[in-house]
């Protein structure tokens, strides 16, 4: 291990746990650094399994260790949650820990995980924590995600399991973390409960009475001491508590049923504490994911069309009605959330630990969302399942437009809630709430580029529909499966789906006998056009468009869908060089759009370089026009660097469209020079020194340079230009042709060619 340094290691660990909360164990931290420290081969060093049953501590003495050690770790300290729903994407989000800049050049989960193999080999003095590791699928998926142990001897890790087989993990050592002893048990309920030493004297004998009964299981003495310091009581009255409520001796064995009686017992006696709605809540969180869960799906669920009163079943309204109006008074879901955290059911925080976004995040333990589960009956338990799947459904229906980052937040929320409906003997008198929860799924991965879970659950939604005939969930996953296949290039196959969506949207027109075009099909219709537009079909892009132009211009077409069709109007017509044209298109766009919105620059960059093209083609240039482009471009520059900083790729595409538009205007020249370079610095961090945005500044830097009559810097930024473009790009004849007059093959006004 490298010594220690005295900066602070990048780490994305959960907070310290508060000192009432971690007692003992002392044994168990020098066995684990021990076992961390072994060198016993190549295969099985560094790395250690803590194993226990569920409510033991395995993951707060595993959190104690790494704040306790943080210091012997200069390479970093990195968390992960194993399960299966999480595991590959956690592992990949450490790329934005160990390096942001770096990672935001990667858009794939796999690029992102070979970043961080490569990272965790090269680097020194780490510790990984992979947490809650219980399904042997989440074994398999640690092997096929971790480099050989090996190539990765310059850290230690930990992996927290229920599993006492783990020979599969390949540890150099497994520590079996045993229950509190009773004097553990009993100095955690007094630093819990505040008692002083005259009144842990008096209740000493009922004190251990307690702990004895509860077998020193860290999770029922932190819901015992939870309760006690509500109800300000005493120790016996608390024992009393639990036998009449839970009608079950708290004698036997810290494990099997006795063991789960007893968290039975101690989960029902704070359940019955919480207001109705509470409850509500608390039963719905017994089918997300246990870690991460974004709150905000509570307010902004029941506060959407999606869950208007005509779609709320009578078991849902009492909830509905107590967050009406909480996505936009966060009040209200936080004293719903009071009474749960309370009693320990969850811990709350304002920020994720794997993004670092701020918000309401919080975690449930796994056996409390067992007790909340097996206490259902059969009809309550589904219906619980189905409202979850309906508030899941109603957040993904909002696509990119609206919460994009809550929806990334859920992804594994909604594949833990379609876990549970697998297991159902049927699910056919809600398969519509099940498809849209589906579709609206796999439409968040195609966005986020994670393809093949996309592709997975669109063909589930498409096996739960194929018997329904032309159907809105139909024809909207015909689109979006179109789209995914849009995202991976495959031109045939998303042209064919989107053909296939837009008649499957014609028929339903037709069924609802509508005057005109829908906006749903118009979208469609404007999907293809943009297929059309990726493969330099510009002309029959432009049938589309016009086709469904009408249905846009219309009353029920939003603003952000009228802006986004003008903009895709406007990229068609600048394929086939109508730069005037589409600056009409672009400057349309950007009226639909607030200053606020992040796309409001990106159209009034657009209208601006649309502007400058047109003079361009036409070799004439009004100055006074020039001039406006220019003032729009420098709008756009300070509005990105508001919203999104000074180091965004956007803000090095606006650079080099003003530096365009500057070298058009007289003593300019230098001042280009400078947005350029600004492009350059930008564009080499977020893509690296290849790329063709790239490519485009060093082109237009070159062009310049050589109008400055500085021959030998321009030909050598058009050389490294050459580099950034794929073989037949149409930029490389340009460079050509620019590179051979500077060697005399040419003869022509340098003013003309340089144009």
Same mark, same amino acid.
């Given at each position: 291990?490298?010594?220690?340094?005295?900066?602070?290691?990048?780490?994305?660990?959960?907070?310290?746990?508060?000192?009432?909360?971690?007692?003992?164990?002392?044994?168990?931290?020098?066995?684990?650094?021990?076992?961390?420290?072994?060198?016993?081969? /190549?295969?099985?060093?560094?790395?250690?399994?803590?194993?226990?049953?569920?409510?033991?501590?395995?993951?707060?003495?595993?959190?104690?260790?790494?704040?306790?050690?943080?210091?012997?770790?200069?390479?970093?300290?990195?968390?992960?949650?194993?399960?299966?729903?999480?595991?590959?994407?956690?592992?990949?989000?450490?790329?934005?820990?160990?390096?942001?800049?770096?990672?935001?050049?990667? %858009?794939?989960?796999?690029?992102?995980?070979?970043?961080?193999?490569?990272?965790?080999?090269?680097?020194?003095?780490?510790?990984?924590?992979?947490?809650?590791?219980?399904?042997?699928?989440?074994?398999?998926?640690?092997?096929? /995600?971790?480099?050989?142990?090996?190539?990765?001897?310059?850290?230690?890790?930990?992996?927290? %399991?229920?599993?006492? +087989?783990?020979?599969?993990?390949?540890?150099?050592?497994?520590?079996?973390?045993?229950?509190?002893?009773?004097?553990?048990?009993?100095?955690?309920?007094?630093?819990?409960?505040?008692?002083?030493?005259?009144?842990?004297?008096?209740?000493?004998?009922?004190?251990?009475?307690?702990?004895?009964?509860?077998?020193?299981?860290?999770?029922?003495?932190?819901?015992?001491?939870?309760?006690?310091?509500?109800?300000?009581?005493?120790?016996?009255?608390?024992?009393?508590?639990?036998?009449?409520?839970?009608?079950?001796?708290?004698?036997?064995?810290?494990?099997?049923?006795?063991?789960?009686?007893?968290?039975?017992?101690?989960?029902?006696?704070?359940?019955?504490?919480?207001?109705?709605?509470?409850?509500?809540?608390?039963?719905?969180?017994?089918?997300?994911? =246990?870690?991460?869960?974004?709150?905000?799906?509570?307010?902004?669920?029941?506060?959407?069309?999606?869950?208007?009163?005509?779609?709320?079943?009578?078991?849902?309204?009492?909830?509905?009605?107590?967050?009406?109006?909480?996505?936009?008074?966060?009040?209200?879901?936080?004293?719903?959330?009071? =009474?749960?955290?309370? +009693?320990?059911?969850?811990?709350?925080?304002?920020?994720?630990?794997?993004?670092?976004?701020?918000?309401?995040?919080?975690?449930?333990?796994?056996?409390? !969302?067992?007790?909340?589960?097996?206490?259902? !009956?059969?009809?309550?338990?589904?219906?619980?399942?189905?409202?979850?799947?309906?508030?899941?459904?109603?957040?993904?229906?909002?696509?990119?437009?609206?919460?994009?980052?809550?929806?990334?937040?859920?992804?594994?929320?909604?594949?833990?809630?379609?876990?549970?409906?697998?297991?159902?003997?049927?699910?056919?008198?809600?398969?519509?709430?099940?498809?849209?929860?589906?579709?609206?799924?796999?439409?968040?991965?195609?966005?986020?580029?994670?393809?093949?879970?996309?592709?997975?659950?669109?063909?589930?939604?498409?096996?739960?529909?194929?018997?329904?005939?032309?159907?809105?969930? %139909?024809?909207?996953? +015909?689109?979006?499966?179109?789209?995914?296949?849009?995202?991976? #290039?495959?031109?045939?196959?998303?042209?064919?789906?989107?053909?296939?969506?837009?008649?499957?949207?014609?028929?339903?027109?037709?069924?609802?006998?509508?005057?005109?075009?829908?906006?749903?099909?118009? #979208?469609?219709?404007?999907?293809?056009?943009?297929?059309?537009?990726?493969?330099?079909?510009?002309?029959?892009?432009?049938?589309?468009?016009?086709?469904?132009?009408?249905?846009?211009?219309?009353?029920?077409?939003?603003?952000?869908?009228?802006?986004?069709?003008?903009? %895709?109007?406007?990229?068609?017509?600048?394929?086939?060089?109508?730069?005037?044209?589409?600056? /009409?298109? +672009?400057?349309?766009?950007?009226?639909?759009?607030?200053?606020?919105?992040?796309?409001?620059?990106?159209?009034?960059?657009?209208?601006?370089?649309?502007?400058?093209?047109?003079?361009?083609?036409?070799?004439?240039?009004?100055?006074?026009?020039?001039?406006?482009?220019?003032?729009?471009?420098?709008?756009?520059?300070?509005?990105?660097?508001?919203?999104?900083?000074?180091?965004?790729?956007?803000?090095?595409?606006?650079?080099?469209?003003?530096?365009?538009?500057?070298?058009?205007?007289?003593?300019?020249?230098?001042?280009?020079?400078?947005?350029?370079?600004?492009?350059?610095?930008?564009?080499?961090?977020?893509?690296?020194?290849? *790329?063709? !945005?790239?490519?485009?500044?060093?082109?237009?830097?070159?062009?310049?340079?050589? *109008?400055?009559?500085?021959?030998?810097?321009?030909?050598?930024?058009? /050389?490294?230009?050459?580099?950034?473009?794929?073989?037949? *790009?149409?930029?490389?004849? !340009?460079?050509?042709?620019?590179?051979?007059?500077?060697?005399?093959?040419?003869?022509?006004?340098?003013?003309?060619?340089?144009?």
């Amino acid at each position: 291990m490298l010594a220690v340094d005295s900066f602070e290691p990048v780490s994305n660990i959960p907070d310290p746990l508060p000192e009432d909360v971690f007692v003992g164990r002392q044994k168990e931290l020098c066995d684990l650094r021990a076992g961390l420290e072994r060198d016993r081969c /190549l295969v099985l060093s560094h790395s250690v399994a803590i194993t226990a049953y569920g409510g033991t501590g395995k993951t707060s003495l595993a959190l104690q260790y790494a704040h306790s050690h943080k210091a012997a770790y200069p390479g970093g300290l990195f968390w992960v949650v194993a399960t299966a729903n999480r595991l590959t994407s956690d592992y990949a989000n450490l790329a934005s820990v160990i390096d942001p800049e770096s990672a935001t050049k990667l %858009t794939k989960a796999e690029d992102k995980i070979m970043f961080v193999n490569r990272e965790l080999c090269r680097r020194e003095g780490w510790l990984l924590i992979l947490d809650n590791a219980d399904e042997e699928s989440a074994h398999n998926q640690l092997e096929k /995600l971790l480099p050989a142990r090996h190539q990765i001897r310059g850290g230690h890790i930990i992996i927290t %399991t229920r599993c006492s +087989y783990v020979e599969g993990l390949k540890v150099a050592a497994k520590i079996e973390l045993p229950t509190l002893t009773e004097e553990e048990s009993i100095r955690f309920l007094v630093k819990r409960t505040g008692r002083d030493a005259d009144q842990i004297d008096s209740e000493a004998a009922v004190a251990q009475k307690m702990v004895r009964r509860f077998g020193g299981l860290p999770l029922l003495l932190e819901q015992a001491a939870s309760y006690m310091n509500k109800k300000r009581c005493s120790f016996e009255e608390y024992l009393k508590a639990v036998e009449i409520r839970g009608n079950f001796p708290l004698d036997g064995p810290s494990h099997g049923v006795d063991r789960c009686k007893r968290v039975e017992n101690t989960f029902i006696l704070n359940f019955d504490e919480m207001l109705p709605a509470s409850r509500d809540i608390f039963n719905i969180l017994g089918f997300c994911d =246990p870690d991460e869960i974004p709150f905000e799906v509570f307010s902004v669920a029941w506060n959407s069309t999606s869950l208007s009163d005509e779609f709320v079943d009578g078991h849902e309204i009492q909830l509905k009605e107590a967050l009406k109006g909480a996505d936009v008074d966060r009040t209200k879901l936080l004293e719903l959330l009071e =009474p749960i955290s309370r +009693y320990s059911l969850v811990s709350l925080r304002g920020k994720s630990y794997a993004a670092k976004v701020n918000g309401l995040y919080g975690t449930i333990h796994r056996e409390v !969302q067992r007790q909340a589960r097996e206490r259902m !009956q059969k009809d309550k338990y589904q219906d619980v399942l189905y409202t979850l799947t309906k508030m899941l459904a109603a957040v993904f229906q909002y696509g990119e437009s609206r919460y994009p980052q809550l929806q990334k937040d859920l992804l594994p929320h909604a594949k833990s809630c379609l876990s549970f409906l697998e297991k159902l003997e049927s699910t056919s008198g809600h398969f519509y709430v099940v498809a849209q929860l589906l579709l609206g799924l796999g439409r968040c991965e195609s966005r986020l580029n994670l393809f093949e879970d996309a592709g997975e659950h669109f063909d589930k939604c498409n096996r739960l529909v194929i018997h329904q005939g032309p159907t809105e969930v %139909t024809a909207n996953l +015909y689109f979006e499966m179109g789209r995914l296949a849009r995202r991976q #290039e495959d031109f045939g196959r998303a042209v064919a789906l989107l053909q296939n969506a837009y008649r499957t949207s014609v028929k339903l027109d037709r069924k609802r006998a509508t005057a005109s075009m829908s906006v749903a099909t118009a #979208e469609i219709a404007e999907e293809l056009a943009n297929t059309f537009i990726d493969n330099k079909k510009f002309s029959e892009a432009i049938g589309w468009l016009s086709r469904c132009e009408e249905a846009f211009q219309g009353d029920t077409a939003s603003p952000y869908s009228k802006a986004h069709f003008y903009s %895709t109007y406007g990229k068609a017509h600048a394929g086939l060089k109508a730069f005037g044209k589409a600056a /009409l298109m +672009y400057e349309k766009a950007k009226e639909l759009t607030q200053e606020e919105d992040y796309r409001f620059p990106i159209y009034n960059t657009c209208c601006a370089d649309m502007i400058a093209k047109k003079m361009e083609g036409n070799n004439t240039y009004d100055v006074t026009e020039l001039e406006k482009a220019r003032e729009m471009c420098e709008l756009s520059g300070r509005i990105i660097r508001d919203q999104s900083g000074t180091e965004h790729r956007y803000l090095a595409w606006n650079a080099g469209i003003l530096a365009g538009i500057l070298r058009h205007l007289p003593g300019q020249d230098d001042y280009a020079i400078t947005k350029l370079e600004e492009a350059e610095r930008i564009q080499r961090k977020a893509y690296g020194n290849k *790329h063709e !945005q790239l490519g485009n500044t060093l082109f237009e830097k070159g062009r310049i340079l050589l *109008h400055q009559g500085k021959r030998e810097e321009g030909n050598q930024c058009l /050389l490294q230009s050459q580099d950034m473009y794929r073989k037949g *790009h149409p930029r490389l004849e !340009q460079v050509a042709t620019l590179l051979l007059w500077e060697q005399g093959g040419l003869q022509k006004p340098l003013k003309q060619r340089l144009s």
